[in-house]
């Protein structure tokens, strides 16, 4: 039986099927090309949608082929193929700068524990891999697995042979019908939308761009690990934990009580201080000690052996937590009633949805005795479930509905640069509604001044022609607005 350090060291069988293993290749190749051609610097344009579903498609293919030793990657597609459509046609700042980071972790996390056995759903999302130089030895296994010839190499000639045969033949007729049609040829070159002059960095980002592709689909698929043992922990030294807790919740006991005027009443409003200024001062600073609380919570359930002293102040600590969670919340209403609603804003309301749902499933898990692993799932689950929603809604729209709604009796308080700091997201509801907001300007170097930009107008998209910029929710919604 081959022990676990044998495994680690040996090729996937997988990639020395050479179909699959030039499907690799081609793929990094396309991956590569289009990272140092076809993306725009900065926004979500045609390419990197292509390279999304690129990146994702060798780790679906041994999915559906029943190849990984994780299970619980497949249900992760949805997700990602969420956040795809969702930047490809959202125009908010979450969206647009914070999601496709998000999915470069995900997938990467996704590859990385493709091949492990996992107890929990967490892990998939948390990879263990050595930093060591053992990629180099899987790269050398699967290039020279790649060049060997076996008994299908009359199947590769034959490829090879009918690919050189067309090559030329579409090189020629590509360059026939450019000329013959100007529209197909402007077809051709909004395509690409790229430039061919050479540039000293290609010399280092090509080959290294390509390595990497590579080596996470070689790497990935061949990182065998076994991670279904669960360390048996040490319990807590209960007088510890009991000063810990009890000093944690008095504090916190103090505190509520003198926040019940507000929670139960119409207003509680200190001396000398106006109502905005009240409501906005403490949300945040309340998030964040639920946020360190559930941190306390999720080490402490670490090492938790089913003690009644644990489960009754841990407890008592997530009820008062879960009390300032609400006071932050009515804090957060109160704000938004007087000042209106922000991105941000709304942000923290869900946050705090979050956190407080977090919460009182602990206490759910705490009375259960249920093990620590189970509760780390439902959080991720949860979190993911979560963070799906909302990316999914349309927040710049729901802001300017929100304001514009509030203010429509007393149109001269709204905040018009709020509205225009939002996305052409928020077109619709704001031309619905009437609303005229002040146009941006942008210096136009070729006539050295400056020029009216309409403030929903991106002036890195102001051309929807090309598909290296274009993007479907901004593009479908400026077509619409131009009628």
Not at 36 to 47: A, C, S, T, Y
Not at 108 to 125: A, E, G, R
Not at 366 to 395: E, P, Q, R, W
Request: charged share 15%.
């Amino acid at each position: 039986m081959e022990t676990m350090e044998t495994i680690n060291s040996k090729l996937n069988p997988t990639l020395e099927n050479k179909f699959f293993a030039w499907t690799l290749i081609i793929i990094s190749s396309i991956l590569m090309l289009i990272d140092n051609f076809f993306k725009m610097d900065e926004l979500i344009g045609g390419w990197h949608i292509v390279l999304y579903f690129l990146i994702l498609l060798p780790l679906a293919l041994m999915v559906w082929k029943e190849k990984l030793n994780n299970g619980y990657i497949k249900w992760f597609f949805p997700i990602l193929l969420i956040m795809i459509v969702d930047m490809f046609y959202y125009n908010n700042d979450m969206v647009q700068s914070i999601v496709p980071i998000i999915f470069y972790f995900m997938v990467v996390s996704l590859y990385l524990s493709s091949m492990h056995k996992v107890h929990s759903f967490y892990q998939t999302l948390i990879p263990h891999f050595t930093l060591s130089f053992e990629w180099i030895n899987y790269l050398q296994e699967f290039f020279l697995n790649l060049f060997i010839k076996n008994d299908d190499k009359q199947i590769y000639a034959r490829i090879g042979l009918a690919l050189l045969i067309t090559v030329p033949f579409l090189i020629v007729f590509i360059a026939l019908l450019f000329s013959a049609d100007t529209n197909f040829g402007n077809f051709l070159k909004n395509m690409v939308d790229f430039n061919f002059s050479f540039h000293p960095k290609y010399i280092w980002t090509l080959p290294w761009t390509f390595i990497l592709y590579l080596l996470l689909f070689v790497y990935a698929f061949s990182n065998y690990k076994d991670r279904t043992s669960q360390k048996e922990t040490l319990p807590f030294d209960m007088l510890i934990v009991g000063i810990f807790l009890g000093m944690i919740t008095l504090l916190f006991a103090l505190f509520i009580m003198v926040q019940l005027p507000f929670l139960f009443g119409e207003h509680y409003l200190p001396e000398n201080r106006d109502l905005a200024t009240f409501a906005r001062q403490g949300f945040f600073q309340l998030m964040t000690v639920m946020g360190l609380v559930m941190l306390i919570f999720l080490f402490i359930m670490r090492r938790f052996k089913g003690e009644k002293i644990t489960i009754f102040l841990l407890s008592l600590l997530l009820i008062e937590t879960i009390i300032m969670g609400l006071v932050s919340l009515k804090k957060m209403y109160l704000y938004q009633t007087i000042k209106g609603a922000t991105v941000l804003r709304y942000y923290v309301e869900w946050f705090d949805y979050f956190l407080i749902t977090v919460l009182a499933l602990g206490i759910y898990f705490l009375i259960k005795k249920l093990h620590f692993s189970k509760l780390l799932d439902v959080v991720t689950i949860l979190g993911l479930f979560s963070f799906t929603i909302i990316i999914s809604l349309n927040i710049d729209s729901m802001v300017a509905s929100h304001n514009i709604k509030k203010f429509k009796s007393n149109i001269e308080l709204l905040d018009l640069k709020a509205l225009k700091r939002l996305s052409i997201d928020a077109l619709p509801i704001i031309r619905r509604n009437e609303i005229s907001i002040p146009d941006a300007t942008y210096y136009d170097s070729d006539s050295k001044s400056h020029l009216p930009l309409p403030w929903y107008k991106e002036l890195k998209r102001k051309e929807c022609h090309t598909f290296a910029t274009y993007h479907y929710g901004y593009c479908s919604k400026l077509k619409k607005s131009q009628k």
